[in-house]
């Protein structure tokens, strides 16, 4: 079935560095949409990408779709421990567009 | 605005006992999702909503989880009876589905379970 993909499953940084989650679809997707879940709290949505190249910012965070529309990444330059997460990416079910399928995300900790 | 509301927060109980599991969704919004969300198995989805409507329950793990949406700001999911391996924190969210397109979805607080 329809899958997606994150990698890496954890990272550990320390305050100051760079981090990179990648997203891997099995499947051509319509459009992507990233969350964060911090510890012991529920996914917030941060951003959709909907067209193939995309590139999105939001301060430290950038956001891009692949040309094949396949896959995305989400990069945040210099890390702060409020950056601690999980970060999920979800793209639509190629059947019915209204179910996301999730990856398993990639959890950030940040060293202070 | 209020988000989309959970209760309990919080739910220990004991094997063979029947849980209940609610949730309020934002006003205005036409879809309700329920998740379980495990370590092992991340965010899954149990069954959807729209309009009230049972669209997709594919995700329901077996006869003894049941769900409803009687009215389009009330959703139960229940768990008749419940196992150790239900344990699991439960997230409704809601969100606005047009025909073409996904919205984001937003999430309530969920309901750490736990059953003993």
């Known amino acids: 079935g329809q899958q997606v993909m994150q990698i890496p499953q954890y990272q550990h940084v320390q305050e100051g560095e760079d981090f990179t989650t990648y997203c891997n679809s099995s499947?051509?997707?319509?459009?992507i949409q990233w969350y964060k879940q911090r510890p012991g709290g529920h996914p917030v949505f941060l951003i959709q990408?909907?067209?193939s190249g995309e590139v999105k910012k939001q301060k430290r965070l950038t956001f891009q779709f692949g040309e094949a529309k396949k896959n995305s990444s989400l990069h945040i330059t210099a890390t702060q421990t409020t950056d601690v997460g999980t970060y999920f990416c979800?793209?639509?079910?190629?059947?019915?567009?209204?179910?996301?399928?999730w990856g398993l995300g990639t959890s950030l900790a940040v060293n202070p | 605005d209020a988000g989309v509301i959970q209760s309990p927060r919080h739910e220990v109980t004991e094997m063979g006992q029947e849980v209940t599991l609610r949730c309020k969704p934002i006003?205005?919004?036409?879809?309700l999702f329920w998740y379980r969300q495990t370590m092992m198995r991340g965010l899954e989805l149990l069954i959807y909503?729209?309009?009230?409507?049972?669209?997709?329950d594919s995700g329901m793990p077996e006869d003894r989880f049941s769900a409803k949406m009687p009215n389009a700001s009330f959703s139960t999911l229940k768990i008749q009876p419940s196992e150790p391996r239900d344990s699991a924190v439960y997230f409704c969210?809601?969100?606005?589905?047009?025909?073409?397109?996904?919205?984001?979805?937003?999430f309530g607080d969920g309901t750490r379970l736990s059953i003993l």
């Open positions: 979800a793209g639509p079910n190629a059947g019915n567009n209204r179910k996301l399928i």
């Open positions: 990408l909907v067209k």
């Open positions: 909503f729209n309009n009230n409507v049972p669209i997709d």
């Open positions: 006003s205005g919004h036409n879809s």
């Open positions: 499947t051509t997707l319509s459009n």
């Open positions: 969210a809601s969100s606005f589905l047009a025909k073409l397109s996904n919205q984001p979805q937003h």
